[in-house]
């Protein structure tokens, strides 16, 4: 198992050396690298980045629809009920017509401003529970699966 470390007394002095830690490690290591307990907080660390930065589009564009069904399964154990019904949704527009993927910058903000994905980002946004707070009571309950203390 692959696990970010720190020490206890670094913990004391920067409490945010966990959550950081822990982000470290969903944004940096392979989801193949990772173990079953943790690649569900991967898929849904990415997903909520790439929304948060890009919208659905961006989602898409960079991670495909190869891990579609277990991104939706991480956010159903997640609990996050709003986020996995909109994915599930932005799924099957994504799939329901051929796309030519973008090239260059130009082309993702043209293809942006058709905006067939865009109700799905502005639904995201009006989720009560943000993916940021699931995923820090994730990191509470099951700190040991993501960093080792010493």
């Known amino acids: ?14 409490p945010n050396l966990l959550w950081n830690n822990f982000i470290d490690l969903l944004a940096i290591e392979d989801f193949d690298v990772l173990t079953a307990e ?8 990415w997903y909520e980045s790439e929304v948060e930065n890009g919208g659905h589009l961006q989602y898409f564009e960079n991670w495909g629809t190869e891990r579609l069904p277990e991104t939706i399964q991480a956010l159903e154990l997640f609990g996050a009920e709003c986020q996995m019904k909109i994915l599930i949704e932005a799924g099957k ?4 017509i051929y796309r030519n993927h973008p090239e260059t910058v ?9 905006g ?11 989720c ?11 990191l509470l309950q099951f700190s040991d699966n993501f ?4």
């Open 93 to 96: 527009q994504w799939t329901s």
């Open 38 to 45: 943790q690649r569900p907080a991967h898929l849904v660390f």
């Open 1 to 14: 198992m692959i696990l970010r470390s720190i020490t206890n007394q670094q913990l004391a002095e920067d």
């Open 147 to 150: 960093v080792q203390l010493s």
């Open 128 to 138: 009560k529970i943000s993916l940021n707070s699931l995923l820090e009571a994730h």
């Open 106 to 114: 130009e082309e993702f903000v043209a293809t942006a401003l058709e």
């Open 116 to 126: 067939d994905l865009e109700e799905f980002d502005r639904q995201f946004h009006k």
